[in-house]
C-alpha cells in the first residue's frame, strides 16, 4: 500500500490557513485534516473532534510526558497539540494528512519528519492582514497589535519552508495547493519508498 502525504500548512495569524483548510478538506476527501489539541475554550461554532480536542492542562501534559504528540506550542497563553497516533495511522492507511498548525509547531515536526511537505501561506500585504485580524472582531486591541507583531516575526521563517504561497484568493491557493501535492507524489524518492515489487 502506498504511504500517505503528510502536508504541513502554517503562516501567521490572520493569513486564512483555516479557511484554505476547510474548503481544500471539502474539494478533495483523499484528504485528512488532522485535529489537535489545545488548552484553551472553544470559540463559537466549534466542535469537539472535529475543530479541536479540548482538553484541559493535565491531560496535556500527561500527553508530552507520554511522547504522545507530533508536536506541541504554546501559542498567546494556550497550548496545542498535534497527536502522533492519529496522524501515523492515517498515513499507514495511505490517507494524506494535512496540519494546519503555526511556525513553532511547523519547525518542529520538520525536525523529525523532513520528508513531509511544507507549505507557508502569506497575506498580499500586512495592512491586509490587519484587516482580516480585525474583521474577525474576537480579540481585544492589544492582543491584535501583539498578533500582528508575531506575524511580521513568523514571516521571517517562510525560507524554512518548501513553497510559499500569496493567499490572495481562496480558489487560486487550492489551485496551487493541490498541484503541489500532485508533484510531490511524483518525486523520485517517494516512488521507490513506495514502489511495488512486480
Known amino acids: ?10 503562516g501567521p495569524s490572520g493569513t486564512g490557513k483555516g479557511t484554505v483548510c476547510k474548503t481544500l478538506i471539502s474539494k478533495r476527501k ?40 507530533l508536536e506541541h506550542a504554546g501559542v498567546f497563553g494556550h497550548k496545542y497539540g498535534t497527536p502522533k497516533n492519529f496522524v501515523e495511522k492515517a498515513l499507514e492507511s ?21 520528508d513531509a511537505v511544507y507549505i507557508f501561506l502569506v497575506p ?13 472582531a474576537t480579540e481585544t486591541e492589544a492582543q491584535i497589535i501583539s498578533r500582528l ?22 480558489d487560486s491557493v487550492i489551485s496551487r495547493i ?9 518525486r523520485s524518492v517517494r516512488y521507490t519508498e513506495n514502489k511495488v515489487t512486480d
Open 124 to 136: 498580499p500585504s500586512l495592512a491586509e492582514l490587519e484587516k482580516r485580524i480585525r474583521s474577525r
Open 178 to 186: 493541490e498541484c503541489i501535492i500532485e508533484a510531490e507524489k511524483l
Open 94 to 114: 495511505g490517507r494524506d494528512v494535512l496540519l494546519e498548525i503555526d511556525v513553532q509547531g511547523a519547525l518542529q515536526v520538520k525536525q523529525n519528519r523532513p
Open 149 to 170: 507583531g508575531k506575524a511580521k516575526s513568523e514571516m521571517e521563517y517562510k525560507n524554512k519552508y518548501d513553497y510559499v504561497i500569496v493567499n490572495d484568493t481562496v
Open 30 to 69: 483523499d484528504i485528512l485534516l488532522s485535529v489537535s489539541c489545545t488548552t484553551r475554550k472553544p470559540r463559537s461554532g466549534e466542535k469537539e473532534g472535529v475543530s479541536y480536542f479540548f482538553i484541559n492542562q493535565n491531560k496535556f501534559d500527561s500527553m508530552i510526558a507520554d511522547n504522545a504528540f
Open 1 to 10: 500500500m502506498t504511504r500517505g502525504l503528510l502536508i504541513v500548512l502554517s
